[in-house]
């Protein structure tokens, strides 16, 4: 039954993970600057993400402009990209892997050995994908601060963490945790013994006593 709380804590931890992935990866919110100029009324905020760049006027008016071309871009915004991307599909099938070992679903009833495989095969692609996702969000990251401390780097052009970021590193520590606690939930095999053998009782006399 522990085991079981366990499995439902780990899945659950794991598919949260995995939507912050996903919410992660469509927010622009990736790096952010806020630039203020000679004058207040047009201070803006620049975000960039993976997939578009936005503006925000100090009125709240909201520009974003998708990025145009594939092949314009840096190689390690692509490369962040597909570790994303690869992140929540394998994120996708882990979730499908575990249903199917999870002890409250009627899958797979007749065999609970291969039961619990599933469930750990599962843990194991969400392990992964977590490890993908914070790859990709960390890469980034070390990316957005070198930038940031580059002396080169014009001061209205220094870009900061973004919201994104984080959320990225917690989904991912959530997927990997869930992952995890999806292979500890697997019980231990019990030694089996063979039966002891009991010795052979004496066998009582049954002949008669001559005198």
Known sequence: ??????????????????????????????????????????????????????????????????????????????????????????????????????????????????KMRMAVFGGVIFIISGLAALVATSWYGNRVARAFYDPFTPVNTRFEFGSALFIGWAASSLAILGGSFLCCSCPRRETSYPPTRGYPKNASSTGKDYV
Request: aromatic share 8%; with cysteine; glycine share 10%.
């Open 1 to 114: 039954m522990a085991s079981g709380g366990l499995q439902l804590l780990g899945f659950v931890m794991a598919f949260l993970g995995w939507v912050g992935i996903i919410i992660s990866t469509a927010m622009p919110q990736w790096k952010m600057a806020s630039y203020a100029g000679d004058n207040i009324v047009t201070a803006q905020a620049l975000y960039e993400g993976l997939w578009m760049s936005c503006a925000m006027q100090s009125t709240g008016q909201i520009q974003c402009k998708v990025y145009d071309s594939l092949l314009k871009l840096e190689g390690s915004l692509q490369a962040t990209r597909a570790l994303m991307v690869a992140s929540i599909l394998l994120g996708l099938v882990g979730m499908f892997v575990a249903v199917t070992g999870m002890k409250c679903m009627k899958c797979m009833e007749d065999d609970q050995v291969k």
